[in-house]
């Protein structure tokens, strides 16, 4: 299995997106179901996370 999630710290942001892979697939086929799988939410939740730590920032 192959995870991904915006970190900081100790926190999670949003969902931890998931990839499942076999050793019998080529890499060019995994390669694919990451960007498929995991990455395609890697933006937004990476904004998401910038957004949290400006506001918690300003507000201090």
Do not use: P, W
């Not at 080529?26 to 890697?42: F, G, P, Q, W, Y």
């Amino acid at each position: 299995m192959i995870y991904g999630s915006v970190d900081y710290y100790h926190y999670h942001y949003g969902k931890l997106a998931k990839c499942s892979v076999s050793l019998t697939r080529n890499a060019s086929a995994i390669a694919e179901d990451i960007k498929r799988k995991v990455l395609i939410t890697a933006v937004d939740e990476v904004n998401k996370a910038n957004e949290y730590h400006q506001k918690k920032h300003v507000a201090k």
